[in-house]
């Protein structure tokens, strides 16, 4: 398999800490991103919205981190069996994507991507607006997870 990846993206850092935790090898390909690697016609016929992580197994071309991190954990104890440990899961995944992810987006995009792509001046109010929102989020991630580990339970499994 190879994962098509940018190492400080967020969503491809997700992807990796599942990749860890289970064990999986793969081949890494690194997209420069910064310089219009995802752009390209050949990466772009792997994702047509251009971004980053793909994966690739054999013929099989996925992309979205959530659904990457759905079909490498199929099966593992990553996954719980039960409902509601299973529906807590997918709960706290949808709640990254909806709502953390965009915050973190809205600064690092101010602060890194136009540094590095010359796209102009931070925002100053965006980096406000993005600021806020985690802030507000990261206590609601706190109290998930005051009596516990990992936000939707444990992890790995114990070590035998």
């Given at each position: 398999?190879?994962?098509?990846d940018f190492a400080p993206?967020?969503?491809?850092?997700?992807?990796?800490?599942?990749?860890?935790?289970?064990?999986?090898?793969?081949?890494?390909?690194?997209?420069?991103?910064?310089?219009?690697?995802?752009?390209?016609?050949?990466?772009?016929?792997?994702?047509?919205?251009?971004?980053?992580?793909?994966?690739?197994?054999?013929?099989?071309?996925?992309?979205?981190?959530?659904?990457?991190?759905?079909?490498?954990?199929?099966?593992s104890a990553l996954v719980?069996?039960?409902?509601?440990?299973?529906?807590?899961?997918?709960?706290?995944?949808?709640?990254?994507?909806?709502?953390?992810?965009?915050?973190?987006?809205?600064?690092?995009?101010?602060?890194?991507?136009?540094?590095?792509?010359?796209?102009?001046?931070?925002?100053?109010?965006?980096?406000?607006?993005?600021?806020?929102?985690?802030?507000?989020?990261?206590?609601?991630?706190?109290?998930?997870i005051a009596d516990r580990?990992?936000?939707?339970?444990?992890?790995?499994?114990?070590?035998?």
């Amino acid at each position: 398999m190879k994962l098509y990846d940018f190492a400080p993206s967020p969503n491809a850092r997700k992807v990796r800490s599942v990749v860890y935790e289970l064990g999986v090898t793969l081949e890494i390909v690194p997209i420069d991103l910064f310089h219009g690697g995802s752009h390209a016609p050949a990466f772009l016929a792997k994702n047509p919205n251009g971004r980053i992580p793909v994966l690739e197994d054999g013929d099989f071309v996925l992309w979205e981190s959530t659904a990457i991190l759905h079909y490498l954990a199929r099966g593992s104890a990553l996954v719980p069996a039960a409902p509601r440990a299973n529906a807590d899961m997918h709960r706290w995944l949808a709640w990254q994507v909806a709502h953390l992810g965009p915050a973190m987006s809205k600064v690092g995009f101010e602060r890194v991507v136009k540094r590095y792509t010359n796209r102009g001046a931070p925002d100053q109010a965006r980096i406000a607006e993005g600021t806020a929102e985690f802030a507000q989020l990261i206590q609601i991630f706190d109290a998930a997870i005051a009596d516990r580990e990992y936000v939707a339970g444990t992890l790995s499994p114990p070590a035998s």
